[in-house]
Structures are given as structure tokens and as C-alpha cells.
């Protein structure tokens, strides 16, 4: 088995184009575990327990195309091995929709590859299975 399963979804889909890969990309992006920048990280208080401020965010980007979206990184230990750190937290990918979902100034998720320079959008209205 691949250690990298999700960023090999999003080469064939990249290759392919078809409707088909890209069930299959959103069908194990949705089980997988992905990266992502966090923003007012919680941090440990005197006796270790996690607090925040409570102004915790996804870091978003609007490159491609201006929209607003999520940024994920497929496959995060092999992204870290690859590309060095770019995020500081995992997050189920079913999780991470529903974030989307429930921020209405953002249109999805951009989700970036462990293996190649390539990149894949999962768009508002997020696609249901």
C-alpha cells in the first residue's frame, strides 16, 4: 500500500479529468486525515491543560481563482518530508468539509499534494455522497 493514497487520487485525477477519479479523490479525502494551518493555535496554560482565546480559524487562501477556500495538505507526514512544514494541526477531511460548509465566505477547500506540484478544489456546494 502507498504511503501516500490521497495525493495518488489527486495525480489521477489530474491525469484523468474523469467524474470517476474524482469521486474516488473525494471519497478518501473525506476518511483521510489532511493538514492545515491553524490561526490562535490553543496553547498550554500552568497545568497543561489547551487554551485559546477562542478566535481559532483555518488558514484560507483565494489563489487560482480569488475564491476564498480552506488550504490542506494531503498526506502530512510524507508533505512534511517533501515540502517541510506548512500547517501545525490534522484534521479529518470530513471534518474539514463541514468547516467549509459552515463558513459562509469560504467556497471549499484547496487541497495540496505530497508528490507533485498539483492541486485539487472541492467547491461549494461540497460534493455529497
Known amino acids: ?20 477519479s474524482y ?23 500552568e497545568h497543561g491543560n489547551l487554551v485559546s482565546d477562542g478566535d481559532v480559524s483555518a488558514y484560507m487562501t483565494t489563489h487560482g481563482d480569488g475564491r476564498s477556500r480552506i488550504v490542506a495538505y494531503a498526506d502530512p507526514e510524507v508533505f512534511l518530508v517533501n515540502y517541510g512544514p506548512r500547517f501545525n494541526a ?16 469560504c467556497e471549499g477547500v484547496l ?9 485539487l478544489a472541492i467547491a461549494k456546494p ?4
Open 1 to 20: 500500500m502507498s504511503d501516500t493514497p490521497l495525493s495518488d487520487a489527486m495525480a489521477e485525477h489530474a491525469e484523468s479529468g474523469t467524474e470517476e
Open 23 to 45: 469521486d474516488r479523490f473525494i471519497a478518501l479525502f473525506r476518511t483521510s486525515v489532511v493538514g492545515i494551518a491553524i490561526e490562535g493555535m490553543p496553547v498550554p496554560d
Open 90 to 105: 490534522g484534521v479529518p477531511g470530513e471534518v474539514l468539509l463541514g468547516m467549509a460548509a459552515s463558513d459562509p465566505d
Open 111 to 119: 487541497v495540496n499534494s505530497a508528490t507533485q506540484e498539483i492541486s
Open 126 to 129: 461540497l460534493h455529497q455522497n
